[in-house]
């Protein structure tokens, strides 16, 4: 249920005003709270050993739907160095956006993507012998002058020495070798991990980590176990002469899998989500004071009386049974709302606990949802709420859709707008993925 009192004891932001639709330029917006974020990252920290160096932001797929452009932003302004997105396009896209950390790119490193790789100082991660001779090549052969992004380009006319210059170009394209201990989809297997860690030891390589990635560390400890057994087995040797390792997830922070190694990658948690859409997960996730970082706002674009006996929506499932209040929102399944919550969703008011159900369908750009009373059209109601256990949570619309809380932010399309805030403030306004504003 959602309080007026945050977990950490500050009073919860008043109701979204008109500001925020004007700044947002829509008559709905995702707002993200980027305090919760920070405040999320220091529970999953304290999760671990303090001998965990630094935190893999893991912020592909947009941050999960958050905005990976400003949530990286925000997370580098508070320290953070790492960050972990799925394709190269990710990455270069955060690159163009200032980002100076180091941004590992989480998918099978392939052949074509080594240009935007190289141009773009990203790290891959690699599993094949093939890929690694290749961009060896191309790393070889990254014209280390010239004005590649980041902030160590390497400037020729200052390094003379072609040795201290090979050196310099191998420590700025960095790598890390991913090891399937039992997942079988991603990572080289486990007899084919040597040769890679040779070929990168003789090549001089810059091996930044090696890592794996557990299939069910939240329910699954004895298979969760054998993996990071497999993993310790192969790297243990590599750790005395340095070598980094990392295998923790949010589901592995939380159950202490890898929790003692060099970095963790949280991503779900992060967000301040649980890893599936129980409510026993949602409980003990909440337990911990990890807080759902976004909402979903929205006022009504038209509000009509209707009488009884009226159709409403798309194939006509929905008719009055009396006169009833009906509020169209301008956002649909193109903006992220499931067609399969039609009929099915809530929408919600933040006074008196109000919940207005979508009645008829969920229509490409519109919702309509019926309404308790009249209401004012600036009213702001909650399409999506940052609590775990109202009927539009995440993770209660998860449920209800019969998927896990990441697809449903992963599903919040691009066109939405997302406020940032931070300390009360709106401190960003994104338009689009390729349009920003400050
Ligand atoms: C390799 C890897 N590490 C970490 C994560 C973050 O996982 P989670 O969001 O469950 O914390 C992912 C996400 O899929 C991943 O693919």
Redesign the pocket.
């Known amino acids: 249920m959602r309080s007026t009192m945050s977990h950490n004891g500050e009073m919860k932001a008043p109701p979204p005003g008109a500001e925020m639709y004007t700044r947002a330029g829509r008559s709905t917006y995702l707002r993200i709270n980027l305090d919760f974020l920070y405040n999320n990252i220091s529970i999953l920290k304290q999760q671990c050993s303090p001998h965990t160096a630094d935190v893999i932001a ?1 912020v ?1 797929a947009n941050a ?1 739907g958050h905005g990976s452009v400003e949530i990286s932003r925000y997370l580098e302004s508070r320290g953070v160095g790492h960050f ?1 997105v799925a394709t190269p396009e990710e990455g270069a896209q955060l690159r163009q956006a200032g980002i100076k950390g180091h941004i590992q790119i ?1 998918g099978n490193a392939v052949e074509e993507d080594i240009p935007t790789l190289v141009n773009n100082r990203l790290t891959p991660t690699v599993a094949e012998l093939n890929f690694l001779q290749e961009w060896s090549r191309a790393i070889t052969a990254d014209p280390v002058s010239s004005n590649n992004a980041g902030n160590d380009t390497i400037s020729s006319n200052k390094v003379t020495d072609s040795h201290a210059l090979q050196a310099r170009v191998r420590k700025r394209h960095q790598l890390v070798l991913k090891i399937d201990t039992g997942m079988s989809r991603n990572g080289c297997q486990t007899q084919d991990f040597p040769s890679l860690i040779q070929f990168c030891q003789t090549q001089g390589l810059t091996v930044h980590s090696v ?1 794996t ?1 557990f299939s069910q560390a939240w329910d699954n400890p004895h298979f969760t176990k054998q993996q990071l057994n497999t993993f310790t087995t192969l790297v243990e040797p590599l750790r005395t002469s340095g070598v980094k390792v990392h295998v923790a ?3 592995a922070i939380i159950r202490g899998f890898g929790t003692q190694l060099d970095f963790i ?6 967000y301040g989500l649980p ?1 599936d859409a129980s409510t026993e997960t949602a409980e003990l996730v909440e337990s911990l004071g990890l807080r759902p970082v976004l909402s979903w706002c929205a006022r009504p674009t038209l509000i009509k009386q209707l009488p009884q006996g009226r159709v409403v929506g798309y194939d006509n499932t929905y008719m009055t049974r009396g006169t009833e209040t009906i509020a169209t929102f301008s956002l649909g399944y193109a903006d992220g709302y499931n067609r399969l919550m039609s009929d099915r969703g809530v929408v919600s008011l933040d006074e008196d606990d109000v919940r207005c159900p979508v009645v008829g369908r969920v229509s490409m750009d519109a919702i309509t949802v019926r309404l308790d009373q009249p209401r004012p059209s600036p009213t702001t109601f909650n399409i999506i709420t940052d609590d775990f256990t109202s009927p539009n949570s995440v993770t209660k619309m998860a449920a209800i859709l019969g998927t896990i809380p ?1 697809e449903v932010t992963t599903s919040l399309a691009a066109r939405l707008p997302r406020v940032f805030m931070s300390g009360g403030h709106i401190v960003a306004v994104t338009k689009s993925l390729m349009t920003d504003e400050r």
């Not at 990658?265 to 992060?270: L, N, V, Y």
């Open positions: 893991v592909k999960y972990a989480l890592m990635h997830n949010s589901a990658r949280p991503g779900i948690c992060m890893p990441y």
